[in-house]
């Protein structure tokens, strides 16, 4: 739940969490070296306008497109959007938007070199999907359903996936991440079982673009309850950074995500932040109680506001992805 207090205080968000850990390992397939090549030969200023313009159009585009499919075919869509985000554990979450943009009904992907080496060819004139690549900047992955060969076992809907240890998925590569972005995240032991986290404003400026505000090292405050199990705190570590990275709690100040802080009513910010920690956890295979929150307030109101690009940013930071 989301609060708001006066300042020098942080605007509070609390939550709590049970899950379970069976790690599965996801694939390099991150959006941040194609991003920071398009925005990184520009000065400090336009560098940062110029991001936050591009943020702006695609936020705008991809959420058009995912407002339309609400419109047309209900609130499922979401529940759907976040079944297809979570299965897609081998890549970033951003480049399993894509895919999902490009082919809804998408069952296995994978690329050329990996269909043949399990004894499957890509069909003649199959159309690629287009995931981003570091240094690629793209390249071309291809569903179950345009290849041929050997079968895959029934049983397995991701011929691709590799076990063992998520690389990047862990408190310390979030909680770098974070601090690289300006959030500072800290363990406390006062609130005994009263509350998970928080989340809020440590410097908050009226321009979050000023120079004030690039000159400090934190802009943001992240506590949470030390008496959590180490997967608890997981989950609501990235329960409150959600809220951050979805604009809540105002800007970046070079342009990484819009201010929304006043944009959505309090059950719709509570509502992104916890599709945020669901992706999460589920990529993770982590057990978490959100998607019985999400289903109770999953109606079209919340639905038509919702930004399923931020969403989806949000996870990739989380995972430490970008």
Same mark, same amino acid.
């Given at each position: 739940?989301?609060?708001?207090?006066?300042?020098?205080?942080?605007?509070?968000?609390?939550?709590?969490?049970?899950? @379970?850990?069976?790690? /599965?390992?996801?694939?390099?397939?991150?959006?941040?070296?194609?991003?920071?090549?398009?925005?990184?030969?520009?000065?400090?200023?336009?560098?940062?306008?110029?991001?936050?313009?591009?943020?702006?159009?695609?936020?705008?585009?991809?959420?058009?497109?995912? /407002?339309?499919?609400?419109?047309?075919?209900?609130?499922?869509?979401?529940?759907?959007?976040?079944?297809?985000?979570?299965?897609?554990?081998?890549?970033?979450?951003?480049?399993?938007?894509?895919?999902?943009?490009? @082919?809804?009904?998408?069952?296995?992907?994978?690329?050329?070199?990996?269909?043949?080496?399990?004894?499957?060819?890509?069909? &003649?004139?199959?159309?690629?999907?287009?995931?981003?690549?570091?240094?690629? &900047?793209? @390249?071309?992955?291809?569903?179950?359903?345009?290849?041929?060969? #050997?079968?895959?076992? &029934?049983?397995?809907?991701?011929?691709? #996936?590799?076990?063992?240890?998520? &690389?990047?998925?862990?408190?310390?590569?979030?909680?770098?991440?974070?601090?690289?972005?300006?959030? #500072?995240?800290?363990?406390?032991?006062?609130?005994?079982?009263?509350?998970?986290?928080?989340?809020?404003?440590? /410097?908050?400026?009226?321009?979050?673009?000023?120079?004030?505000?690039?000159?400090?090292?934190?802009?943001?405050?992240?506590?949470?309850?030390?008496?959590?199990?180490?997967?608890?705190?997981?989950?609501?570590?990235?329960?409150?950074?959600?809220?951050?990275?979805?604009?809540?709690?105002?800007? /970046?100040?070079?342009?990484?995500?819009?201010?929304?802080?006043?944009?959505?009513?309090?059950?719709?910010?509570?509502?992104?932040?916890?599709?945020?920690?669901?992706?999460?956890?589920?990529?993770?295979?982590?057990?978490?109680?959100?998607?019985?929150?999400?289903? @109770?307030?999953?109606?079209?109101?919340?639905?038509?506001?919702?930004?399923?690009?931020?969403?989806?940013?949000?996870?990739?930071?989380?995972?430490?992805?970008?």
């Amino acid at each position: 739940m989301m609060t708001t207090v006066s300042m020098p205080k942080p605007r509070v968000t609390r939550r709590a969490a049970r899950v @379970r850990t069976d790690p /599965h390992q996801m694939a390099l397939g991150d959006h941040a070296a194609f991003q920071s090549e398009l925005f990184d030969d520009l000065p400090g200023g336009k560098q940062s306008a110029t991001r936050l313009r591009h943020i702006r159009e695609s936020m705008e585009a991809i959420d058009s497109l995912f /407002h339309d499919s609400i419109r047309q075919r209900g609130v499922e869509v979401f529940d759907q959007f976040l079944a297809f985000v979570r299965r897609f554990n081998r890549y970033s979450a951003f480049n399993a938007m894509l895919i999902e943009t490009q @082919r809804p009904g998408a069952t296995a992907v994978g690329f050329r070199e990996q269909w043949e080496l399990i004894g499957r060819q890509v069909k &003649p004139g199959a159309i690629p999907i287009a995931i981003l690549w570091p240094f690629a &900047p793209v @390249r071309w992955v291809y569903d179950l359903s345009d290849t041929y060969g #050997k079968d895959v076992p &029934p049983h397995d809907t991701d011929p691709f #996936k590799v076990l063992g240890a998520v &690389p990047g998925a862990s408190w310390s590569h979030t909680t770098a991440t974070a601090d690289r972005l300006g959030v #500072k995240v800290e363990l406390t032991n006062r609130w005994g079982d009263a509350n998970a986290g928080l989340a809020g404003v440590l /410097h908050a400026t009226k321009n979050a673009s000023t120079s004030v505000a690039r000159t400090r090292r934190h802009r943001w405050l992240v506590l949470i309850n030390e008496s959590l199990d180490i997967n608890a705190r997981f989950a609501t570590l990235a329960h409150e950074l959600g809220h951050i990275y979805c604009g809540h709690q105002g800007a /970046h100040p070079e342009g990484f995500w819009p201010d929304r802080s006043g944009t959505l009513t309090k059950q719709q910010r509570e509502m992104e932040a916890e599709a945020v920690a669901y992706l999460v956890c589920k990529r993770l295979e982590l057990k978490t109680r959100s998607v019985l929150y999400l289903r @109770r307030h999953a109606t079209p109101e919340n639905m038509l506001v919702l930004s399923k690009r931020l969403i989806i940013e949000a996870t990739n930071r989380i995972e430490a992805r970008s």
